[in-house]
């Protein structure tokens, strides 16, 4: 079955500075990945997804995510913090188009001003 | 569209009581699921339906857990008993497919959060 791993339940980085949320996934077939964000109070809100075209994936409010077959990875990645960023983030896996989605533990991030 | 709607947004009851949790997915949306999110466990999908129909509820913890779809506007999740440890919040979803079919993504409402006493 599939699964993702996010390394780091916690994350703080300066205002200004770069963003790298990291995500692994594990699965039999190629992936379909997902960012999620989710601000205080809110449900989550699709930041990106990769669909097996373009490995380098840009989303919303400046967030990109690379796929990396070879490291079975999908980092998320930002060049410059901002105050409002601070949120939970989860990336998610689902193994095939008519296939639901597993959602990993999330990763908080802090921005320090 | 409003989005989808919870109700309540905030539910305090006592162990051993019923609990009904509600949901209208966005309109024209054919699937709606049932997540649940602790700190311990993060975000758990419970169930899912593709109009109306439930297809999918593996992951409903127990028998106390029951989900229902009337019609493609609403949908109920009820626990009863309720106990201590069903204490979360539970977040509603739709989506118009799973996962990328139709490139879609799935719409979260705001969440009920449930405290059990």
């Known amino acids: 079955a599939q699964s993702v791993t996010q390394l780091g339940s916690h994350v703080s980085v300066s205002e200004g500075a770069l963003v790298l949320l990291r995500c692994n996934y594990s699965s039999s077939v190629p992936p379909y990945l997902f960012w999620y964000v989710q601000y205080p109070n809110q449900g989550l809100q699709l930041l990106l997804k990769?669909?097996?075209?373009?490995?380098l994936v840009k989303g919303i409010n400046g967030f990109e995510a690379e796929f990396k077959k070879s490291e079975t990875s999908f980092h998320l990645t930002k060049p410059s913090a901002h105050m409002s960023d601070a949120a939970e983030y989860f990336c998610?896996?689902?193994?095939?188009?008519?296939?639901?989605?597993?959602f990993g533990k999330g990763t908080r991030l802090h921005i320090l001003p | 569209d409003a989005g989808v709607i919870q109700s309540p947004r905030h539910e305090v009851t006592e162990m051993g009581q019923e609990v009904t949790l509600r949901c209208k997915p966005i309109s024209g949306h054919d699937y709606l699921f049932w997540y649940r999110q602790t700190m311990m466990r993060g975000l758990e999908l419970l169930i899912y339906f593709n109009n109306n129909v439930p297809i999918d509820d593996s992951g409903m913890p127990e028998d106390r857990f029951s989900a229902k779809m009337p019609n493609a506007s609403f949908s109920t999740l009820k626990i009863q008993p309720s106990e201590p440890r069903d204490s979360a919040v539970y977040f509603c979803a739709s989506s118009l497919g799973l996962a990328v079919a139709l490139y879609n993504e799935q719409f979260f409402g705001p969440g009920t959060r449930l405290t059990v006493l």
């Open positions: 990769y669909t097996s075209a373009a490995t």
């Open positions: 998610a896996v689902s193994e095939g188009r008519d296939d639901k989605i597993i």
